[in-house]
T-cell receptor, first 111, second 113 residues
Framework: QKEVEQNSGPLSVPEGAIASLNCTYS??????FFWYRQYSGKSPELIMS????GDKEDGRFTAQLNKASQYVSLLIRDSQPSDSATYLC???????????FGIGTKLQVIP | DTAVSQTPKYLVTQMGNDKSIKCEQN?????MYWYKQDSKKFLKIMFS???????INETVPNRFSPKSPDKAHLNLHINSLELGDSAVYFC????????????FGQGTRLTVV
């Protein structure tokens, strides 16, 4: 079982819709969770972090964490073509605070 | 002012050569990392240093040797390059190793021919 799993997509949503990106993780002791956005040919950019159960909102982005079910999700409201990118889920696992990334979900926002 | 900068951006070299990639961060962070992103875009941690001390060393061939002269710099030296080493290598830094999000450099695209 992969430590951090994401559907690689592509996930296509129309402009203005809500994009929902999901991530599951295997280590129940994981403590910190991050979402990164990576445009093609560019480096990953941190967009959200979440550490406790529930929702965390930042502008059009909402991160959701459910430790009991071991999933973390990212909602993007009012999706824009500029949101088209690969979204990477990252989880801090293990005793050495190792950061493990998922494969990433490619999001396409259709104008 | 670039927060995390790495050089070179592109590196094309022949098999068997030795090469180095340099990384510097001006964020005052304590922890620096090297990641490898392969052709399938999977991003995998290679090394992590906290205040010049190696804290994570994933299953990486010992041809790869990181060096941290101070907490603002983390260089990566690769000996005897192989075709399979072709990838994009990212340097990153974070406030500490306890879970803060990381800031990435622009990447070094290494092509071994």
């Amino acid at each position: 079982q992969k430590e951090v799993e994401q559907n690689s997509g592509p996930l296509s949503v129309p402009e203005g819709a809500i994009a929902s990106l999901n991530c599951t993780y295997s280590d129940r002791g994981s403590q910190s969770f991050f979402w990164y956005r990576q445009y093609s040919g560019k480096s990953p950019e941190l967009i959200m972090s979440i550490y406790s159960n529930g929702d965390k909102e930042d502008g059009r982005f909402t991160a959701q964490l459910n430790k009991a079910s071991q999933y973390v999700s990212l909602l993007i409201r009012d999706s824009q073509p500029s949101d088209s990118a690969t979204y990477l889920c990252a989880v801090i696992t293990g005793g050495y605070q190792k950061v493990t990334f998922g494969i990433g979900t490619k999001l396409q926002v259709i104008p | 002012d670039t927060a995390v900068s790495q050089t070179p951006k592109y590196l094309v070299t022949q098999m068997g050569n030795d090469k180095s990639i340099k990384c510097e961060q001006n964020l005052g962070h304590d922890t620096m990392y090297w990641y490898k992103q392969d052709s399938k875009k999977f991003l995998k941690i290679m090394f992590s240093y906290n205040n010049k001390e190696l804290i994570i060393n994933e299953t990486v061939p010992n041809r790869f040797s990181p060096k941290s002269p101070d907490k603002a710099h983390l260089n990566l030296h690769i000996n005897s390059l192989e075709l399979g080493d072709s990838a994009v290598y990212f340097c990153a830094s974070s406030q500490d190793h306890l879970g803060g999000g990381a800031f990435f450099g622009q990447g070094t695209r290494l092509t071994v021919v």
